[in-house]
């Protein structure tokens, strides 16, 4: 969502005591770029390796990061993204700055989902998707990249 993240995660780094904890979410994959993230408003999709040196940039030893939302956040992706395309024809133009607030708090799609998400099989393949998504952490199949880095 931010053009200048360098920047932004400087300024973050001064809130954090030395030796403080940043986690950081962001979309992965440059190669996934698709409707969501125009309708999020997403400036970019970032790699491990992009991910890690911009937060060294800025001040930070990284810890670890670690790939999320194999298996079940990768179709629901698609579904999403699919849903946003058919709104983007849809709607006038908004900026890039309504669309990432729109995007904190619009969750029409998981809505439309939560009967489905809420009885016992869906629960189940909850549990399941999450506890398989634990596997995969170190592979690059999910689609959002968590990262745990210290202010040096």
């Known amino acids: 969502h931010i053009e200048d993240d360098g920047a932004a ?38 790699d491990r390796e992009h991910l890690r040196r911009v937060l060294e940039r800025a001040g930070m030893e990284v810890e670890r990061i670690e790939c999320y939302g194999f298996p079940l956040a990768n179709l629901l992706e ?15 133009r908004q900026g890039r700055e309504e669309r990432t607030a729109a995007s904190g708090v619009d969750r029409a799609t998981e809505t439309r989902l939560f009967p489905i998400y809420a009885g016992p099989v869906g629960s189940g393949t909850i549990r399941l998707a999450c506890a398989t998504q634990k596997l995969f952490l170190q592979t690059d199949l999910g689609n959002g990249l968590l990262a745990f880095a210290r202010r040096r």
């Open 78 to 92: 698609r579904v999403r993204a699919a849903q946003h395309a058919r709104q983007l024809r849809r709607e006038d």
């Open 9 to 46: 995660l400087v300024q973050w780094r001064k809130w954090l005591r030395p030796g403080g904890l940043m986690v950081l979410s962001v979309p992965a994959d440059p190669n996934r770029w698709n409707a969501t993230d125009e309708w999020a408003g997403h400036v970019r999709r970032y």
